[in-house]
């Protein structure tokens, strides 16, 4: 019989059991990587925060535009580093220049001002519009030129060296919002308006009609060039559209995830520690509904989604990933900053007043240490280990405990203390298949045995507890005769006992004719 005992074993061989799966759906690497950013708040702000632009150099300082206020904060500590307040009328729009020594913004007066950002110098005024500024843009990789739209739907392509002009396009015939200048070519760029179209502009063509003119469908709320240069996504409505430029303006992809307007949208890219999808780009967007979307325009579809508790109006992120900013209705700002893994491969740490800091070495460890005997005991198992899980202790309730320790008249008055009869009669049966239960009956004082003759009216009467409680209220009546009787609380709780089993008799009585009638008409319908 060993034999084929062993062969069994062999065939069928026995494996430990695994850890129950989680109901909830686990985390992708990639929304791991965008829940990483620790989101820290930025109040007190005076209204709503319009415009949030990066600089392009380190270390990546950013602007938000509120009020008639323009904040630089630090990327690395979120603290404000310089505020330029010399404007008239509402601050509209932000932007660096590629260098990031200049930042150019614009206002509800019409007018667009260059600034120095060390001395908030205003080095340059651009006066032409004739209604609020929507729109500032300096193009990629051109330091000398920017763009601007507004309210009086006219587009103007500046020298801002001569604070001049170059070219004015008149081509959209309703309020000019947003734009953004393409990665390919510094020439060209791209301008969103109220009238739900997106036109692409090249200042080299000598008429100041479109290259490129695509229907959002909405009033368009933002645009962007995605870092190729051959795709264009715009924002309007509650949906953001990608659309392939060089394919001439061709829809590829609508993107309706958001319930109410989208406001804003930007590129975002996934950092080197970022896994799988490391070093790849993604469209960033926010809206009214006070929903962040993480958009793979490369799968069409939403990789991460984030709520915040207010109305989204602006968003950012850094060239070094690192810091995400989105600017509210509510004059708030929620920055979300992460670790770049970069610094601490290179033993870098940041500090607020000393900048990057080499972060002291470990210690090696060795046998002598404590630790040294600890290691790896955090380490998560691979997809092919077995999983040996300590048995997880059960919480006992207190009349269980009481039993463990033959506390029995104690258990029994616990149980009765609680509202669920069903571990009161498994108290009872366990006194019973010890021989207890007509003992912890004779101790029991008067509050007591009142708790006990209420359990037994309430009760006493229902089908599954009948058998065993009716004979344990006459038991109870025959030892506590004389307890009962010298009390009144104890004759009432007998009276309501009485009554209740009186109309359980009435009850069964009426059960009882029902069926003698039903009975010989069932035997009737049974022979035919």
Request: aromatic fraction near 8%.
């Amino acid at each position: 019989m060993a034999e084929p005992q062993q062969a069994l074993s062999r065939a069928f061989p026995v494996k430990p059991k695994l850890r129950a799966k989680s109901k909830k759906p686990s985390k992708t690497p990639e929304s791991k990587y965008w829940s990483s950013f620790k989101s820290n708040t930025i109040p007190k702000l005076i209204s709503s925060v319009t415009s949030i632009s990066f600089s392009p150099a380190i270390p990546h300082h950013f602007a938000a535009a509120y009020s008639t206020s323009l904040t630089l904060f630090n990327s690395q500590t979120l603290e404000p580093v310089t505020s330029i307040s010399s404007f008239k009328d509402v601050v509209s729009s932000a932007s660096f220049r590629s260098d990031g020594l200049l930042i150019a913004a614009s206002d509800h007066s019409g007018l667009v001002q260059v600034f120095d950002v060390k001395t908030r110098t205003a080095l340059r005024k651009l006066r032409g519009h004739t209604r609020p500024v929507r729109l500032v843009r300096y193009p990629r990789s051109d330091n000398l030129h920017l763009f601007s739209g507004g309210d009086d739907a006219v587009v103007k392509y500046w020298d801002v060296v001569s604070e001049s002009t170059v070219v004015e396009f008149r081509g959209h015939k309703d309020y000019v919002r947003c734009g953004d200048g393409s990665p390919a070519s510094s020439e060209l760029f791209a301008t969103g308006s109220y009238d739900h179209t997106v036109k692409i502009w090249d200042v080299r063509v000598s008429n100041s009609d479109p290259s490129m003119e695509i229907n959002h469908g909405k009033p368009v709320e933002d645009v962007i060039f995605l870092p190729s240069g051959g795709l264009l996504a715009t924002a309007g409505g509650n949906s953001v559209k990608i659309w392939d430029v060089i394919g001439g303006g061709k829809l590829l992809y609508s993107m309706e995830n958001h319930n109410k307007t989208v406001t804003s949208v930007c590129v975002g890219k996934i950092g080197r520690d970022g896994g799988e999808n490391s070093e790849e780009y993604r469209v960033l967007s926010v809206g009214l509904d006070g929903y962040m979307k993480v958009f793979d325009y490369s799968k069409f579809k939403i990789t991460h989604s984030m709520r915040f508790p207010a109305p989204l109006l602006s968003i950012g992120f850094s060239p070094d990933c690192a810091t995400r900013a989105i600017g509210t209705s509510g004059g708030v700002i929620f920055a979300g900053k992460r670790k770049v893994k970069g610094d601490v491969e290179n033993g870098l740490r940041v500090f607020p007043s000393l900048g990057l800091v080499a972060e002291p070495q470990k210690r090696v460890l060795r046998p002598s240490y404590f630790r040294y005997f600890h290691r790896s005991q955090g380490e998560k198992p691979s997809e092919g280990d077995y999983l040996i899980s300590k048995p997880k202790k059960v919480k006992m309730a207190e009349h269980d405990k009481l039993l463990k320790k033959f506390r029995h008249k104690d258990a029994f008055v616990s149980a009765l203390s609680g509202k669920n009869p069903e571990n009161v009669v498994a108290v009872m049966e366990e006194l019973v298949a010890r021989k207890k239960l007509l003992k912890c009956v004779a101790n029991l004082d008067t509050e007591e045995l009142g708790l006990l003759l209420a359990f037994l009216h309430r009760h006493s009467t229902v089908p599954r507890y009948a058998g065993l409680l009716m004979g344990l209220t006459k038991k109870v009546v025959q030892m506590r005769a004389e307890d009962i009787i010298a009390s009144d609380i104890m004759k009432a709780h007998i009276r309501n006992l009485k009554r209740s089993v009186e109309e359980e008799v009435r009850i069964q009585q009426s059960l009882q004719e029902i069926q003698g009638i039903i009975s010989p008409l069932l035997r009737i319908a049974g022979r035919r």
